[in-house]
């Protein structure tokens, strides 16, 4: 028992850490995105509903159970879904980070994408970090379809891309969760900079060499 409440104690505390990480360096804004960790007795914690990642307060953090049922803390955001797909496709997630970070959403507005790989492999950390990266239809906040479409990509891919909305990235840490999603929104940024030059981004062969690694 002792155990399980010292690691409670350090989750909570590093969630929050992450988030006014995240909040400062304007990668989120306002009461949007969340985060969450998966414990080792597969219960969850997460950011709750209407909390702005900046000022979280680590004792009222939502708490799910390993089936994914709020358990305490304060009201879960209505995003919970998305976690709850990832960490249930993805035994392996230790954690994962929802964000409305804004070259991303700018991206996931774009037309003409290619929905199977929304950005070129721009760097060699951006394929090592997050690969490839699939396109979810537009679907409402909060509506159960978003859940199913999530789902489908989730088993395959650790990192999604929300049309309209913002990236949903899964890691085996919560540092590993928190890089990838900075890495991705920095690959976005470059994408859109790079609109109207010319451009090299890696080979095939190249990417998939990084990819196997």
Same mark, same amino acid.
């Given at each position: 028992?002792?155990?399980?409440?010292?690691?409670?104690?350090?989750?909570?505390?590093?969630?929050?850490?992450?988030?006014?990480?995240?909040?400062?360096?304007?990668?989120?804004?306002?009461?949007?995105?969340?985060?969450?960790?998966?414990?080792?007795?597969?219960?969850?914690?997460?950011?709750?509903?209407?909390?702005?990642?900046?000022?979280?307060?680590?004792?009222?953090?939502?708490?799910?159970?390993? !089936?994914?049922?709020?358990?305490?803390?304060?009201?879960?955001?209505?995003?919970?879904?998305?976690?709850?797909?990832?960490?249930?496709?993805?035994?392996?997630?230790?954690?994962?980070?929802?964000?409305?970070?804004? #070259?991303?959403?700018?991206?996931?507005?774009?037309?003409?994408?290619?929905?199977?790989?929304?950005?070129?492999?721009?760097?060699?950390?951006?394929?090592?970090?997050?690969?490839?990266?699939?396109?979810?239809?537009?679907? *409402?906040?909060?509506?159960?379809?978003? *859940?199913?479409?999530?789902? !489908?990509?989730?088993?395959? #891919?650790?990192?999604?891309?929300?049309?309209?909305?913002?990236?949903?990235? *899964?890691?085996?840490?919560?540092?590993?969760?928190?890089?990838?999603?900075?890495?991705? !929104?920095?690959?976005?940024?470059?994408?859109?900079?790079?609109?109207?030059?010319?451009?090299?981004?890696?080979? !095939?062969?190249?990417?998939?060499?990084?990819?196997?690694?």
């Amino acid at each position: 028992m002792t155990n399980i409440l010292s690691e409670v104690t350090k989750v909570r505390d590093r969630i929050c850490a992450v988030g006014r990480s995240v909040f400062d360096r304007g990668l989120t804004f306002g009461s949007t995105g969340n985060i969450s960790a998966r414990l080792s007795d597969g219960s969850m914690l997460m950011t709750p509903t209407n909390a702005s990642l900046g000022t979280l307060d680590p004792a009222k953090l939502s708490r799910f159970s390993p !089936e994914g049922n709020f358990i305490d803390g304060d009201k879960p955001t209505k995003e919970s879904f998305l976690h709850i797909c990832m960490y249930c496709k993805r035994p392996s997630a230790g954690a994962v980070v929802h964000l409305h970070s804004t #070259h991303s959403v700018a991206v996931s507005a774009m037309a003409d994408l290619d929905p199977a790989d929304v950005l070129p492999p721009l760097t060699a950390y951006y394929v090592m970090r997050v690969g490839r990266l699939p396109l979810i239809p537009y679907f *409402a906040p909060g509506d159960v379809q978003l *859940a199913r479409a999530v789902e !489908e990509k989730a088993e395959s #891919h650790h990192a999604v891309l929300l049309a309209n909305h913002g990236p949903v990235v *899964a890691g085996n840490t919560l540092e590993d969760a928190q890089y990838a999603t900075e890495e991705l !929104e920095e690959t976005a940024r470059l994408f859109l900079l790079l609109q109207g030059h010319r451009t090299r981004p890696l080979t !095939e062969e190249q990417a998939d060499a990084l990819r196997q690694r």
